[in-house]
């Protein structure tokens, strides 16, 4: 009986199949310009301090490029990596069009991204996720959406501490409209210092699939 698919219901499909094949064609054109520093797989590049995205859901990839294009991210008193970028939203497409590309780069796949980090302790750094992080990005580090917590599992570990340090640092989650950014950068105080950093960090490197 699943072998039947009605006439149409087989013309929705093969139109969607469509669609779909069309919608990844415009996402890839879309994305090209993002490419030369996060990589054609939205891998991310260390050399650039362009971080992976492949790992991130469309809604926080939103989020970040409207907060990246109205100066709440990547503004006075940024690091330069934020600060690049935030000029990088010169190569947006139109509002409208950025749901596709959010979606594009979501779609994207990539190895699992090599460790830079030494001397982190996964169990010390469970400990402190648990208390203090997992309520807000899950127990295993794959985010929550209600909560605006983007997934950390899969993330490059420079980046962590590159963000966590930016936050510390009021870098990131400075700006007075920046609510979810000044939320994260009270968290962040509250780690002890590098080395608690750094436990956290591989905690949720062993969270990766
Ligand atoms: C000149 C290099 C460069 C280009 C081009 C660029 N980016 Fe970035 N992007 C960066 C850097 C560097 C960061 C890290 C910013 C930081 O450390 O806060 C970043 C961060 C991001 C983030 C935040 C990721 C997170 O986990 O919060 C998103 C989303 C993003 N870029 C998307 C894009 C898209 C989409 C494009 C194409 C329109 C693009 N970028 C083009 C360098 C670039
Ligand atoms: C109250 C909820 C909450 C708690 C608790 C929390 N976070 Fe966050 N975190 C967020 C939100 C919301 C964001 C997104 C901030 C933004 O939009 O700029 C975020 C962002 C981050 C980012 C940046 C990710 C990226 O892709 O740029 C890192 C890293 C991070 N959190 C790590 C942690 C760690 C480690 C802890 C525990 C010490 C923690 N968070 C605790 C809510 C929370």
Redesign the pocket.
Known sequence: MYSFIPPLLGLFLATMACVARADEADGAAL?A??A???GAAAEGNVA????R?NH?RPV??LT??DK?QRGL??GDA??V??Q??AE??A??PPEERLPE?AFY?SELTSPASSSTLQGGDPVAGGRTFMRLCGACHGADAGGNVALNA?RLAG?DDW?LL??LH?FREGQ?GRHREDRTGRQMRNMAAMLADKQAMQDVIAYIRSQQE
Do not use: E, T
Request: proline content about 8%.
């Open positions: 994305y310009p993002c030369a520093c996060h650039l301090q362009a971080p995205l991130l926080y990839i970040q490029l990246f991210r990547g940024a690091s990596a934020a690049q970028m990088s939203s190569l947006l590309l780069i983007p993330a980046y590159a963000q930016a990131r």
